[in-house]
């Protein structure tokens, strides 16, 4: 597909460093579809909201708790599901950083190969190394090689083309979006067939084509996120958090949490109080 229209510099200015911050962008459906071009590199987490995500010659879904990726003078476009728009954790880095990281590893350029990373485990891995870049200090700078290797090493993903049809793709949104607002409470494969009027098994295969995991397992990772965010926004014990996002087993949440994130509940809290902490700094010499 070729974007001809006028293009719109993103961000307006390339950064002067790696930074950190949450994007939303509306949607206007009566408006002319407006397209971009990135003037950094950027990852993008998805926290909320349905779009395609295209460039000029390829095209995929994004959806809550997917990674899109952009390079430098890459066009772009969003096309939105509905109404809503989306928000997303928004990492721009320097391409010398880009350059840096691929020199060093052995890379073949310093460029994303792939578009989308779909929700899952290695989704929300990258999340947790967005998070510790926006913590600043040493964490940050350990996390931001750990996410331009990540990024540059994700494979290019052909585009997904899942052989169902319009009533199937509502039936999996639907269940997602469920999911979404109701991911503290009990969600069962029954429970959210229910919802999306399908069987068990029509549901799970929608879902897989569409969005890449299993409605369980983008509810398990949807779990994690919530439980990281409010290990670092409250003082709640661990156990607490865990019931209050969903989970049921302590255990089973110390397993998901740390496959997810590479790290236990109580170190991912504690990365975060220690970047909070007074640093002792030697007296300056007169």
């Known amino acids: ?9 993103w961000p307006p200015a390339a950064p002067s460093q790696t930074s950190v911050h949450e994007d939303r962008c509306a949607a206007d459906p009566a408006a002319p579809m407006k397209h971009w071009v990135y003037k950094a590199p950027a990852i993008g987490f998805v926290l909320s909201g349905w779009f395609d995500y295209l460039t000029e010659d390829r095209a995929q879904l994004a959806a ?11 066009r772009f476009h969003v096309r939105h599901h509905d109404a ?25 350029e310093p460029r994303f190969r792939t578009l989308v990373a779909p929700p899952g485990p290695k989704a929300t891995r990258i999340y947790s190394w967005m998070r510790g870049v926006a913590l600043g200090g040493d964490v940050a700078e350990d996390c931001e090689i750990a996410l331009a290797q990540a990024a540059l090493r994700a494979p290019a993903i052909a585009e997904r083309r899942p052989s169902i049809g319009a009533q199937e793709r509502t ?7 469920y999911i979404e607002t109701h991911f503290a409470e ?7 067939a229910a919802t999306a009027k399908a069987s068990r098994y029509q549901l799970v295969r929608a879902f ?21 965010d409010l290990l670092r926004s409250s003082r709640a014990p661990i156990a607490d958090i865990a019931f209050d996002v969903g989970f049921n087993d302590i255990s089973h949440f110390y397993y998901c949490f740390k496959s997810a994130l590479g790290v236990t509940p109580r170190r991912w809290r504690l990365s975060d109080e220690a970047q909070q902490r007074p640093r002792f700094r030697p007296p300056t010499a007169h």
């Open 64 to 74: 809550p708790g997917a990674v899109v990726f952009g390079n430098r003078g890459e």
């Open 186 to 192: 009990p969600c069962g494969l029954s429970t959210l």
């Open 84 to 108: 809503n728009g989306n928000k997303r954790l928004v990492v721009l880095m320097k391409q010398a950083t880009l350059d840096g990281v691929a020199n060093d590893f052995g890379l073949d």
């Open 171 to 177: 039936r999996a949104l639907t269940a997602a979006r």
């Open 208 to 228: 897989t084509a569409i969005i890449g995991q299993s409605p369980i397992q983008y509810l398990i990772n949807l779990r994690v996120r919530a439980a990281a």
């Open 1 to 9: 597909m070729r974007l001809q229209s006028e293009l719109t510099a």
